[in-house]
């Protein structure tokens, strides 16, 4: 019991703080609903993990000596370390080509990164410089462009230059996805007792409202559609605001076993070892043409029509990339092809997305990789590894 409370207490510390990492899957601590959230003590994964990080290449070789507190993955040729509570990005030589001098930072988009110090954000090239001074409470990645950043508890966009293109008056925003960015209105109403946050909607690149502030939950455009939360189901919209697929999928209470690796994202921004669970899985978003959604208790596939393709049959399922989408059967995970069709037979643990033609696998507490036969290519040996990036992959072995 007091293993449970602790793990509460340190979940819900961790939702106090606002992002964080925006990779691939583009979703933030803050739109995770907890609430919807069941526990028990034998569903806690660890959440804290330590060790030293290093680097291995597509053959299994170590390139990287294990030697980092913590080590991310590479993007566009730089990735993230830590050591001794820094952070700062080495080359895929190994070499630190920014020392380890920020608070916190983030991974290199569009040739820029968000780093920390003395609690305000700013910008930093390739070479280390200070190209946007940190004035910032908050600050985002690059997309399109554009990054959002925070300043006295709303937020807003900078370009480059660190210019202010769109004013801070946002309570929460998204990043830019094909010329959109969804925003949360800078207001705050109650009904009755309950203090209620403003709606959501999407802006352009000037700022001006193309779709109307009034879904309680909206997310980024994904192949010309974007999931929104109304009237308590999901439903799918496209860049004019019509209902491509109407409201009608619903909500699911999940356990933390149920979700693949790529699910559970490093957060990139804080100075400690936490993961957390990103909740906002029962519709996803589209790719390959399909979209997982939650029908009567059971995963399955839609395509942009809102036809069921695929089951529903899975206790749960991951997004599809390089064309194959993790699903989990009877506590195990395999993966299928955007048919249905089983490829690889569910065996494993715990799974990652394919990237670079191999996919982080788990089984019997160790990680290591597999093809897109179910081949082990890289055998189980880690004690917790990320996808591939750039022909490396960050893993770790316990201390």
């Known amino acids: 019991m007091k293993k449970l409370l602790l793990f509460l207490l340190i979940t819900f510390t961790l939702l106090g703080t606002k992002y964080v990492l925006s990779g691939e899957i583009g979703e933030t601590v803050n739109k995770a609903q907890f ?91 390739k070479a280390g410089n200070m190209v946007i001074e940190p004035k910032f409470d908050a600050a985002r990645s690059f997309f399109e462009g554009l990054a959002a950043v925070k300043e006295d508890w709303k937020y807003g966009y900078i370009d480059k230059t660190g210019k202010m293109v769109i004013k801070p008056q946002f309570n929460e925003v998204g990043d830019f996805y094909e010329g959109l960015a969804w925003v949360e209105e800078p207001r705050i109403h109650f009904r009755g007792l309950r203090k209620m946050k403003g709606k959501r909607g999407y802006i352009d690149k000037r700022g001006k409202w193309v779709i109307e502030p009034k879904f309680n939950s909206a997310y980024d455009f994904s192949e010309g559609l974007a999931k929104v939360w109304t009237y308590r189901k999901w439903g799918y919209i496209d860049k004019t605001d019509k209902w491509v697929i109407k409201p009608q999928f619903k909500w699911s209470q999940s356990h933390p076993q149920d979700l693949t690796m790529a699910d559970m994202r490093k957060r990139e921004w804080l100075r400690n070892k936490y993961y ?70 569910p065996q494993f643990d715990n799974v990652g997305d394919f990237s670079e033609g191999l996919a982080a696998a788990r089984k019997d507490f160790k990680h290591g990789f597999i093809d897109k036969t179910g081949k082990w290519v890289i055998e189980p040996q880690f004690d917790w590894a990320w996808d591939f990036s750039e022909g490396m992959a960050a893993i770790m072995l316990r201390d």
């Not at 029908?295 to 695929?310: C, P, Q, R, S, V």
């Open 276 to 345: 957390y669970i990103d909740i906002t899985f029962n519709a996803g978003i589209f790719s390959y043409g399909l979209a997982r959604i939650l029908k009567d208790d059971k995963l399955a596939f839609i395509d942009k029509t809102g036809k069921m393709i695929i089951g529903p049959e899975f206790d749960f399922a991951g997004r599809f990339s390089e064309g194959l989408a993790a699903v989990k059967e009877n506590g195990k995970w395999g993966y299928i092809d955007t048919t249905g069709k089983m490829i690889i037979e």
């Open 35 to 125: 609430d919807d959230f069941s526990y028990s003590e034998e569903d806690s994964l660890p959440i804290i993990i330590e060790g030293k990080w290093g680097y291995i290449d597509t053959t299994g070789k170590v390139v990287i000596e294990l030697q980092f507190k913590y080590a991310g993955h590479f993007s566009e040729g730089l990735a993230m370390i830590e050591k001794d509570n820094k952070y700062g990005f080495i080359d895929k030589k190994g070499r630190v080509v920014i020392e380890p001098k920020f608070d916190a930072a983030r991974y290199f988009s569009e040739e820029l990164t968000a780093v920390e110090m003395d609690g305000k954000c700013g910008y930093i090239d």
